[in-house]
Each structure stands twice: as structure tokens, then as C-alpha cells.
């Protein structure tokens, strides 16, 4: 029996930049399992997103923030700091300006919310990080556009850092070595779980989806299309 249970955010759980909505919350609320979710956004997204409506059944869980750069532990006593990783000022000057010159090139339009200084990563949502969902799921669902972005960023940062595609519109950029990885690692160490004992669940576990990074890991790791995929496929694995 897995003792872990791993999960991206955004297209796993839940809908881009929602909270998971009640049947989710109440599945997720019963399995006896240790829940950790790992996600390209930031601690205060992630209660938002995941923790409060976990928190109404009382379900104690982790949120690995920006892929893993921050750990904290949520229960009904608190949120709880567990490590943090942040970038310094000059590479994330060094990582707005060369967003700055992609917008420019690439005659991308300012959004509110755009680029996100989440202190340990920065985000790149395209249209906005609160822009509605069927225009963000229109916007780039092939990842043609996204992978040309990532591409001229890769050159004009000198592959300093990791860059990687992410959610639905969104480029997620953290330093060299920190990705998703990292986080399920550094969360196996702390908390001396085994990583045969350990599942992931994500959308985005292509080759340069901000997922992909697991499967350097030796969790067994499981692709789901969406929301209700990954519901389903719990509910084949965890009868209850």
C-alpha cells in the first residue's frame, strides 16, 4: 500500500488557478495516505487553491510551492514553514528582463498578474494568471508557442536556469536544479518516506512539461488528462 500520494495542481486536481471543488475535496479527505501537492505556484495560491477546502474536512496535507522550492505542512493547528529556497535580486532582474525582451519580440500584450515574482520563481503567465479558463485553454494547447518561448529564453538567460512550460499559459522559470524533482526528493528526505512507497499524479508529464522532471525520480508516476481523469483513476486505485 503507497503511503504517498503526490499531486500537481493546476489540470490534476483542479481547474487553472481554482480551489479543488467539493467531490475532490471530499475523496482526497478520505484516503488515509500522506497528500502532497507540488506545484509550479506559490504557498499563499496553494491554500487558497487547495488547503481551504481541504481544511473543511479537517484533512492535514503538504503544499511544495513553486516546483518544489518551498515546503510547508498544513493542518488544523497551522501552516507550517518546512524549508524555502529563494533566487537572488540580480537573476531575477536578469530573468523579468529577458520576459520583458520575449514580450517585445514576440509583440505579447501586457496582462495584469503577467510575470510573478513568487521569491524562490518567477511565472510567466501569458494572458494573466486570472485569465478566464477557456480563453487560457485555446491560448496554446499544442505548446507550439510555449516551447519557442522557452526556446529563445534558454539563449537569452545562457541556460542558467531551469525554464519550463507549465499549467495551461504559463512559463515557469527556477534556478538550475530546482524543479519538481527536487521537490519530491527533498520532501522524501525530510520526512524519511521511501520513494517505492510514492505515487505522482500529473498533467503535464511530456517532455518539457513542467511534470516531466518526476520521471528522474523513482516514484511511479501516473498521467491524467484532467481533473475528473485523476478522480476516477483514485477511485480505481483506493476503493472506498
Given at each position: 500500500m503507497?503511503?504517498?500520494?503526490?499531486?500537481?495542481?493546476?489540470?490534476?486536481?483542479?481547474?487553472?488557478?481554482?480551489p479543488i471543488n467539493h467531490f475532490m475535496?471530499?475523496?482526497?479527505?478520505?484516503?488515509?495516505?500522506?497528500?502532497?501537492f507540488i506545484s509550479g505556484t506559490d504557498a499563499?495560491?496553494?491554500?487558497?487553491?487547495?488547503?481551504?477546502?481541504?481544511?473543511?474536512?479537517?484533512?492535514s496535507h503538504y503544499l511544495l510551492g513553486c516546483s518544489g522550492a518551498t515546503g510547508h505542512f498544513v493542518s488544523e493547528h497551522g501552516v507550517v514553514p518546512l524549508w524555502d529556497t529563494t533566487l537572488c535580486t540580480k537573476d531575477k532582474q536578469d530573468i523579468i528582463s529577458s520576459l520583458q525582451k520575449l514580450m517585445k519580440k514576440y509583440s505579447i500584450p501586457k496582462h495584469d498578474h503577467q510575470i510573478l515574482d513568487r521569491k524562490s520563481q518567477v511565472t510567466f503567465s501569458i494572458l494573466g494568471r486570472f485569465a478566464n479558463a477557456d480563453v487560457k485553454a485555446t491560448y496554446d494547447p499544442d505548446q507550439k508557442k510555449?516551447?519557442?518561448?522557452?526556446?529563445?529564453?534558454?539563449?537569452?538567460?545562457?541556460?542558467?536556469?531551469?525554464?519550463?512550460?507549465?499549467?495551461?499559459?504559463?512559463?515557469?522559470?527556477?534556478?538550475?536544479?530546482?524543479?519538481?524533482?527536487?521537490?519530491?526528493?527533498?520532501?522524501?528526505?525530510?520526512?524519511?518516506?521511501?520513494?517505492?512507497?510514492?505515487?505522482?499524479?500529473?498533467?503535464?508529464?511530456?517532455?518539457?512539461?513542467?511534470?516531466?522532471?518526476?520521471?528522474?525520480?523513482?516514484?511511479?508516476?501516473?498521467?491524467v488528462n484532467d481533473p475528473e481523469?485523476?478522480?476516477?483513476?483514485?477511485?480505481?486505485?483506493?476503493k472506498s
Open positions: 503507497s503511503k504517498v500520494l503526490f499531486f500537481d495542481v493546476d489540470g490534476t486536481v483542479t481547474e487553472s488557478c481554482k475535496a471530499k475523496y482526497l479527505s478520505s484516503l488515509s495516505q500522506d497528500l502532497v499563499i495560491e496553494l491554500q487558497r487553491m487547495v488547503s481551504a477546502p481541504l481544511m473543511k474536512m479537517y484533512k510555449r516551447k519557442e518561448f522557452v526556446k529563445y529564453l534558454a539563449g537569452l538567460l545562457n541556460n542558467k536556469f531551469e525554464i519550463r512550460i507549465g499549467g495551461t499559459t504559463s512559463i515557469d522559470i527556477t534556478p538550475k536544479g530546482l524543479d519538481k524533482a527536487y521537490g519530491i526528493i527533498k520532501f522524501l528526505q525530510e520526512s524519511h518516506h521511501i520513494a517505492k512507497d510514492c505515487y505522482f499524479f500529473g498533467d503535464q508529464l511530456q517532455v518539457g512539461g513542467n511534470d516531466y522532471p518526476v520521471k528522474k525520480t523513482a516514484v511511479t508516476w501516473l498521467s481523469d485523476c478522480l476516477n483513476m483514485l477511485r480505481r486505485m483506493f
